[in-house]
């Protein structure tokens, strides 16, 4: 993960979107620097899809201000989409063509020259591993291969800014850790992602910073070590090999440890911070108890996101 802090590649501020009396996004703000990663989770119907409608300029906002790359998405909808690649849910891919057709297909769409057009498809199918099933049609791919070349497609216009929605639904393990060193890849070279996902280890496998949408609302923002210490659960296991160890790290710690169902190991509430441990850690050497090993268990996104959202049936909207 990357720790980038440029100008911000996308900027939102009070953006709403209602369809009819439906109010589907209720005033987000996001900052999203350059060459980061940054991920939008939420259940289905909490708005993701919403938003990257709007900021990639297929749908307008209802309030509110958006900027991508530099450029208001109402005011300058043709400079955000010069700069930008989208990669939905579904394939763009054409069955029909081969992965050099369609990539060729996508620089005419991109103005390229034959030349040009033909060297930016060589590139990619190189990049992507595709060179060997670069003249087989697309009808014939895996899973894995078929995203590879719809994400290869969307760089044609070398965006500096692409789009990821639900990227890697119906993967198999190995195509979706591919699929995230191809991303890490993109960010390495400058590009900033914005990933919405229903897969939370992906989240926070990739992420620089996540923000949770419910309802329409953001409900809570930051890095996933940051969401993971707002959540109660959080504790350090101490494991003693001497008896006498154990009892007096009990004594001493009180009733905030309870014995880890070892007869030698302690569980000790604990947010998992650098300064939290130190002062855990400072305790006992000032009571000259020698511990044998600790470990720090945190609560992972999934309870974060439990944590955070509710049911969003009621909330689910067609156009989301």
């Known amino acids: 993960m990357t720790n980038n802090v440029a100008q911000p590649a996308i900027s939102v501020s009070g953006l709403r979107k209602s369809f009819d009396d439906k109010v589907v996004l209720d005033g987000i703000d996001l900052h999203v620097p350059q060459g980061t990663i940054f991920s939008l989770l939420g259940a289905n119907g909490a708005g993701k899809t919403t938003t990257v409608k709007i900021l990639s300029t297929l749908i307008a906002a209802s309030g509110g201000r958006a900027e991508v790359a530099g450029h208001d998405v109402a005011s300058e ?9 989208v990669t939905g849910q579904f394939s763009a891919v054409d069955n029909l063509l081969t992965g050099e057709e ?19 498809a060589d590139d990619l199918l190189e990049r992507f591993d595709l060179t060997e099933a670069a003249r087989k049609p697309a009808s014939t791919y895996s899973g894995g291969m078929r995203r590879r070349l719809d994400l290869a497609m969307t760089l044609v216009g070398s965006p500096r800014v692409i789009f990821l929605d639900e990227p890697t639904t119906g993967l198999d393990p190995r195509s979706r850790r591919e699929m995230w060193q191809i991303v890490r890849e993109l960010v390495a070279a400058g590009v900033t992602i914005f990933l919405t996902t229903q897969y939370l280890d992906e989240a926070d496998e990739l992420a620089d910073r996540i923000a949770v949408l419910e309802g329409g609302r953001l409900v809570a923002e930051g890095t996933p070590e940051e969401l993971k210490r707002r959540i109660p659960g959080g504790h350090v296991r101490l494991q003693f090999t001497e008896a006498s160890g ?6 001493v710690l009180g009733r905030a440890a309870h014995s880890d169902g070892d007869a030698l190991a302690l569980r000790v509430p604990n947010d998992g911070s650098l300064r939290s441990l130190k002062e855990l850690l400072d305790h006992l050497d000032r009571e000259s108890i020698a511990v044998d090993g600790f470990s720090v268990h945190t609560p992972d996104l999934d309870d974060v996101f439990l944590a955070l959202t509710g049911d969003s049936d009621d909330e689910k909207v067609t156009a989301q």
């Open 246 to 251: 154990y009892r007096t790290a009990q004594r």
């Open 102 to 120: 369609n990539l060729r297909l996508m620089a005419d769409l991109n103005h390229l020259s034959k030349k040009d057009g033909k060297r930016a």
């Open 77 to 85: 909808p043709d400079s955000v989409r010069a700069a930008i690649g």
